[in-house]
């Protein structure tokens, strides 16, 4: 499995902002917190190669794959390299890594109590 560094994706989505990065959290985790200029697919529709036809995602598409610690962007990796994906990448540490390394967020506004 290829691992990318939070340090090395933060370098990708400010200089390559063309490359597809998958965050495959669920809606819900997204909407918390996320990282600016990901797309949000969640793991089972990425299992299921379930790809909106707006992201013209292919085998042969170079997708970077993110999630909170790494452990399920590395199962969407697995499945769809078995599937014939040949340009798959994960982050290493997910968003736990990119928080600690006190890269920038997006999160859901606090309701006033």
Same mark, same amino acid.
């Given at each position: 499995m290829s691992l990318? @560094? =939070?340090?090395?994706?933060?370098? =990708?989505?400010?200089?390559?902002?063309a490359t597809l990065v998958v965050d495959v959290r669920e809606?819900?985790?997204?909407?918390e917190v996320h990282v600016a200029g990901? @797309?949000?697919?969640?793991?089972?529709r990425v299992l299921a190669r379930d790809f909106p036809a707006g992201l013209g995602v292919t085998p042969g598409t170079e997708l970077i794959l993110f999630c909170r610690s790494g452990k399920r962007s590395g199962v &969407?990796?697995? @499945?769809?390299?078995?599937a014939g994906f040949s340009r798959v990448e994960t982050v290493d540490g997910?968003?736990? &890594?990119?928080?600690?390394e006190g890269f920038p967020v997006e999160r859901r506004p606090v309701a006033a109590g």
């Open positions: 990318f @560094s =939070v340090r090395h994706l933060r370098g =990708v989505l400010r200089d390559e902002p809606p819900d985790e997204y909407a990901m @797309s949000n697919l969640p793991l089972a &969407a990796a697995d @499945s769809l390299r078995l997910g968003l736990l &890594a990119w928080e600690a």
